[in-house]
């Protein structure tokens, strides 16, 4: 089965930043939409941004202005870029796609194993 494969998380100071990644761990599948989610300590698991087929994108309002998602290299790779980080944005971030199978299959949704962010001094 295809999965999506996250990285680019760790620990940064407020005001850093942080690039996380999420691709297919298979060649012929795209990510057509990618969503970006978080589960924060004592919080329940919000979307924080997505980008749809056209490439319309929407975020949460904690995050505007900050962080920016995208989708590159052929769609097969969803990055969210995370600019001045403050500490309520520590969580364990979370891609899920909606994927698109190049070879004429059914396509599917997929979350990855998720990564964690820390921002602390």
């Known amino acids: 089965q295809v999965k999506l494969v996250e990285s680019g998380g760790g620990l940064v100071q407020p005001g850093g930043s942080l690039r996380l990644s999420c691709r297919t761990d298979r060649s012929f599948w795209r990510l057509n939409v990618v969503r970006w989610l978080r589960q924060s300590p004592g919080k329940e698991r919000e979307l924080v941004a997505s980008i749809a087929t056209d490439g319309s994108t929407e975020y949460a309002d904690s995050v505007k202005g900050r962080f920016t998602i995208s989708r590159e290299n052929d769609n097969k790779y969803g990055y969210l870029q995370m600019n001045n980080l403050r500490p309520d944005d520590t969580g364990v971030y979370y891609c899920?796609?909606?994927?698109?199978?190049?070879?004429?299959?059914?396509?599917?949704?997929?979350w990855g194993q998720g990564t964690q962010v820390t921002v602390s001094s």
């Open positions: 899920n796609g909606d994927l698109l199978d190049l070879g004429g299959g059914p396509g599917c949704d997929r």
